[in-house]
């Protein structure tokens, strides 16, 4: 297909669907997004990959049914290029943070068995180790809801106003920060494989 933009006016609800469906069959590799406002909208919304519902003068049947809810339409841009993009930036950090945590401990866990256990599969701490290990931990919790790339509270609403175009900073996050996690990746595992190692050996 090498329309660029399609306007649809006076269609029934599923017809709206079948459109969205038409397009997820023939543009593979494509995600597609609906956004509307009333109840007439809801078929298209979930046939969507992503759909979202606006709350306004048609009544909230649209974002009841919806992935996101939004106020205004001019919102569609912040939550896909901002939200989005620090959201994707923040849950690919944590996934590497929560697989070195849960390296190091099987790492340890791995050689006592080798040198103290026989093979036996006990564990070398309590319950109570556990607990307490887990509470630094946290901070990765924390580090998921409050950390941004970057912060629009020094910024108007409005994206002429921001050094940046909320497409750019949305490209910069695909093209770039999730390609140099997976690059890093193997470093990442190599050296959390030193960190438990040095984890048992010390003590033992």
Known sequence: MDTEGLIVYRSSPAQKAQIVTFIKQNCKGKSTLAIGDGANDV???????????????????A????????????????????????????????IVLMINKTMITSVAKILFNIYAAGFSGSTYVTELA???FAVPITQYGFFNLFEKDVSFFNHSA???????????????????????????????????????????????
């Not at 078929?43 to 049947?61: C, R, T, Y």
């Not at 896909?80 to 959201?87: D, L």
């Not at 994206?159 to 990746?185: G, V």
Request: hydrophobic fraction near 45%.
């Open 63 to 94: 974002s009841s049914f919806a992935d996101f809810a939004i106020g205004e339409f001019k919102d569609l841009r912040r939550l896909m290029f901002w939200h989005g993009s620090n959201f994707g930036i923040r849950l690919s950090t944590f």
């Open 130 to 132: 556990y607990v307490m």
């Open 158 to 204: 409005d994206e002429a106003a921001m050094p940046f175009k909320m497409c750019d900073h949305y490209a910069h996050y695909r093209d770039k920060w999730i390609k140099k996690i997976k690059e890093r990746f193997a470093l990442y595992a190599v050296f959390t494989l030193y960190n438990g190692t040095i984890a048992f050996y010390i003590p033992f």
């Open 43 to 61: 078929n298209m919304i979930q046939s969507a990959h992503v759909g979202v519902g606006l709350m306004g003068k048609e009544g909230n049947q």
